[in-house]
């Protein structure tokens, strides 16, 4: 990796810190309405920031800041759902619990299991994660941006096996990790459909639950995935959840390299959940833009540098 691009990330990931503080205060005037939350990560490792892809060094959480959260949570009293527990809450069939969270996981990278399942045990805390079915027992470098090889490992099914066997829990994460709203109506069946199956022929459970790849969703994917079966569908969309929200269209609060300890705290107390503006068609719109420029960048480095 050129120091050119360890810089951008470095910058990249100040001014995402820079602009969370300073966007924290616009919370303080917001109404904060009761309702489930959903922390989402994707992974949790001691990697060395350089080591990394440009994309694993923003969305990894450092292992002792993981600790630090968890241990908080504990501290405050809150506790982990699992999904049945969720879903109940947001029909209404249970009243619903504030210090209640639900904590999942996308991709499936191995480092759910090897670094963040032993501090969620230490806390008596549960997890869901969400693999992608294709994905697994292999790794990422196949994506954009990708990790070198054995930094960016997804769990195989020993793994998930072990992971279930600890008490957490699976759901999908679509066949392929598509962008959903662009496929057809028989490729997006596939996709939900398939991936449910599999999980469930692999594992007898993971059919309940599906995390949108890239929070991907618009009316007709969320339809689709209900038809296919699933109880829960989870978004990328800032926010907490009410009894009565759409079950096929949940919020959840993504958790970072960015955020310190100061804006987790925030986060769990409600003050960005009004960032659930950037799930607009016109935000998705322009942020896929620059992804697709970056990747074509980092497409062309890497054939210059062979």
């Known amino acids: 990796m050129t120091a050119q691009a360890l810089l951008v990330s470095r910058a990249r990931i100040a001014l995402k810190v820079g602009l969370k503080h300073l966007l924290a205060p616009v919370g303080l005037v917001l109404r904060h309405p009761p309702g489930l939350r959903v922390l989402f990560y994707h992974r949790v490792n001691r990697h060395p920031f350089r080591a990394l892809g ?6 990894s959480v450092p292992t002792p800041a993981f600790e630090r959260q968890m241990a908080w949570l504990a501290r405050k009293g809150w506790r982990s759902l699992k999904l049945a527990e969720a879903e109940a809450m947001l029909r209404g069939d249970a009243p619903l619990d504030r210090k209640a969270v639900l904590i999942t996981f996308d991709d499936g ?13 230490r806390h008596g805390f549960t997890a869901v994660v969400f693999p992608v079915l294709d994905m697994i027992g292999a790794d990422n470098r196949r994506w954009p941006m990708a990790d070198p090889e054995g930094l960016g490992d997804f769990m195989d099914e020993s793994q998930l096996r072990d992971w279930l066997a600890r008490g957490h829990e699976i759901g999908s994460h679509s066949c392929t990790h598509p962008m959903l709203t662009d496929l057809d109506d028989g490729a997006l069946t596939r996709e939900l459909h398939e991936s449910r199956q599999g999980l469930e022929a692999r594992f007898g459970t993971g059919g309940d639950a599906i995390a949108y790849p ?3 969703v618009d009316g007709r994917v969320a339809a689709a995935a209900a038809r296919s079966g699933y109880a829960l569908g989870f978004t990328t969309r800032s926010g907490r959840n009410p009894p009565g929200a759409p079950l096929n269209s949940l919020c959840r609060t993504e958790v970072s390299v960015s955020d310190t300890d100061l804006i987790f705290r925030l986060k769990l107390a409600g003050m960005f959940d009004w960032l659930g503006v950037r799930d607009t068609p016109i935000y998705r719109r322009l942020m896929r833009i620059g992804h697709d420029a970056a990747s074509a960048l980092a497409g062309q480095r890497r054939a210059t540098q062979r």
Not at 54 to 59: A, P
Not at 109 to 119: H, K, S
């Open 54 to 59: 440009l994309v694993s060094r923003e969305i």
């Open 214 to 216: 890239g929070g991907d």
């Open 109 to 121: 990278y191995a480092d759910n299991l090897t670094e963040a399942a032993p501090i969620l045990a």
